[in-house]
């Protein structure tokens, strides 16, 4: 089995609590799958909120 590494982990989970504010059970019960996804929907939606102020 292939150990994900800690600090890889640590830095997903810390940037899903900040944006998302769920708490950090919760974001070490996902599967590194889940986590992976959901770290790149909020990087998608970060992306788009800079486009916007951007074309302002």
Do not use: F, K, T
């Amino acid at each position: 089995m292939i150990r994900y590494p800690p600090e890889a982990l640590w830095q997903e989970v810390v940037y899903l609590a900040y944006h998302l504010h769920w708490p950090l059970d919760d974001l070490l019960d996902l599967e590194h799958g889940d986590r992976a996804r959901l770290v790149r929907g909020v990087a998608s939606l970060n992306a788009r909120a800079w486009e916007a102020v951007r074309a302002q």
